[in-house]
């Protein structure tokens, strides 16, 4: 099942030459796990709350490759390039298959905590 690795980092500034090459390297981290770029600091549409920094989103075959990514010496390599220059948060999170069912999950909530179906 695919999974991402999302990323909400709070860039200060313009980039400078470590985050250039961090960008510029970052993808040859990625493709012995099959990792690919989904969102890449895109503008956001804040809708609800505060979303201040950048988003990225990056899809993987399944949550091993992810970790594996996460785990690699290349990866760890780059990490301080753009730690030292902005703060962040990742994730890594493992998808849902094409026939995931909201309403299936709601019931099993229901049931477990004892609750009826809203009207």
């Keep these: ?23 510029d390297r970052i993808q040859s981290t990625m493709d012995p796990y099959g990792g690919r770029f989904l969102v890449h600091n895109a503008p956001v549409e804040v809708v609800e709350g505060a979303w201040p920094g950048a ?38 999170v493992e998808g849902v298959g094409p026939d995931y069912d909201p309403s299936a999950t709601a019931a099993a909530l229901r049931a477990a905590a004892g609750a009826t179906p809203m009207a």
């Design 1 to 23: 099942m695919t999974a991402y690795a999302i990323a909400h980092l709070y860039p200060e500034g313009r980039p400078n030459d470590e985050v250039i090459d961090y960008i």
């Design 55 to 92: 988003v990225v989103v990056v899809g993987f075959p399944g949550i091993e490759e992810a970790r594996a990514w996460y785990a690699s010496a290349a990866y760890r390599e780059l990490v301080p390039l753009r730690a030292r220059n902005m703060a962040g948060d990742l994730v890594l």
